[in-house]
């Protein structure tokens, strides 16, 4: 159960979902820690119909609207493989200082692990309106353009941008709500 006052109590329903690295590490810098995310949705949209909306992945956090039938586990479950695979990845190119960092801020409560990748929660905010649907897509597809990071928002792979410009993306996404 998570530790966060924020819960999602609407299964199956559209939610904006923001998870954070540990202490703001920037662990999303290559591509093939980036790939652990995408490969982990994949997994998650063909396994437990999970259904992304929007997303974009940044250097340390990403925000992602999405729906499934247990959100919570299936978020749960996107959080465990991923921090699994990036610590396997950090540890075979010896980047023992993010590793450092990871176990240095982990939570005391954290006793099953030696780090911590993910910040606790999700931060859910359920999505109750087309006006908050569009809100919600304009800030994530904004989001590396308000950071310097691009010009226009579909510049950026690792975001749905591209998908609602109707251009191939990195990743399927249900434009359709």
Not at 2 to 30: E, V
Not at 89 to 103: G, M
Not at 125 to 152: C, F, T, W
Request: aromatic content about 12%.
């Amino acid at each position: 159960m998570p530790r966060s006052r924020y819960r999602i109590h609407h299964t199956g329903y559209l939610h904006f979902l923001t998870a954070t690295i540990n202490h703001w590490q920037p662990l999303f810098t290559r591509t093939e820690t980036a790939n652990i995310v995408l490969d982990s949705w994949r997994f998650l949209q063909q396994e437990a119909d999970f259904k992304i909306y929007g997303y974009v992945l940044l250097e340390n956090h990403l925000h992602l609207i999405a729906a499934s039938a247990d959100l919570s586990r299936d978020m749960q479950r996107f959080k465990s493989w991923t921090a699994r695979q990036l610590v396997d990845y950090l540890q075979q190119r010896s980047s023992a200082r993010v590793l450092e960092i990871l176990a240095r801020f982990k939570r005391a409560h954290k006793t099953a692990s030696q780090y911590q990748v993910w910040e606790e929660g999700n931060h859910p905010q359920l999505i109750e309106s087309e006006a908050v649907m569009r809100q919600k897509l304009d800030y994530i597809h904004h989001n590396p353009v308000k950071r310097g990071y691009v010009d226009l928002p579909e510049h950026w792979r690792y975001s749905s941008a591209r998908n609602y410009l109707g251009q191939p993306g990195l990743i399927e996404v249900t434009r359709a709500w």
